[in-house]
């Protein structure tokens, strides 16, 4: 069966430092999405991404992130300089034609 | 932020017994619901959704009714299993908007 497929699992990084997180998205699907749970919290929104472009973003999402689509399976999120309540489990998902969005194993952040 | 609540942060059940977990939701403007199940360091797993045109959807031994008025969804799990225990997640979204909200998740467990 198809899943979304998330590298690294664990990213360890001093604050201030470059992270990429990487995701491989379910072959056909053309949806993509980045959430982050803070531990003991919800599952929080930050990016849609269709069609090689930001479709939506929450208030989370702000000049720190971006989010690109390299090639034809890579799906990426950068967060340009890390603060230490960027500490979170980040989940990558996405969607075919219908509305359920299928999500990855998540990779854990911690910013020290 | 509390458009998606789940008010029991947890729930046991007997094995072969039915389950049932809650959600209430305060945005009038969410039409499509899902049901996520989350074992400890994985990704939430796609269980079954349910469009606000339904009151019922069906899935092999998971159903989720929809009470519009009410602003309330809930799963039945029938019969329950010991593989069933998890912490399992409501979400909801707007038809046209990518963005799913979650609720904090109830956790189950399966008493054998």
């Known amino acids: 069966e198809p899943e979304v497929t998330q590298t690294p699992s664990h990213q360890v990084t001093q604050m201030g430092q470059e992270v990429i997180l990487r995701c491989v998205p379910i072959s056909n699907h053309l949806y993509f999405y980045w959430y982050r749970q803070i531990l003991g919290q919800k599952v929080e929104f930050l990016v849609s991404f269709y069609n090689n472009e930001i479709s939506e973003k929450s208030e989370i999402f702000d000049d720190q992130f971006s989010v690109e689509r390299p090639d034809g399976s890579n799906f990426t999120l950068k967060i340009r300089s890390t603060k230490l309540e960027d500490s979170a489990m980040y989940f990558c998902?996405?969607?075919?034609?219908?509305?359920?969005?299928?999500f990855g194993p998540g990779t854990r952040l911690t910013v020290t | 932020d509390q458009q998606v609540k789940q008010n029991s942060p947890s729930l046991s059940v007997q094995e072969g017994r039915i389950s049932i977990l809650n959600c209430d939701y305060t945005?009038?403007?969410?039409?499509?619901f899902l049901w996520y199940k989350k074992y400890p360091a994985e990704g939430p797993t796609f269980l079954i959704s349910i469009s606000s045109i339904k009151d019922k959807n069906e899935d092999g031994r998971f159903t989720v009714f929809l009470n519009k008025s009410a602003k309330h969804l809930s799963l039945h799990i029938v019969p329950s299993q010991p593989g069933d225990s998890a912490v399992y997640f409501c979400a909801a979204s707007v038809y046209g908007n990518e963005k799913l909200t979650f609720g904090t998740g109830t956790r189950l467990t399966i008493i054998p």
């Open positions: 998902a996405s969607r075919g034609q219908h509305y359920e969005q299928y």
């Open positions: 945005n009038s403007m969410f039409d499509y």
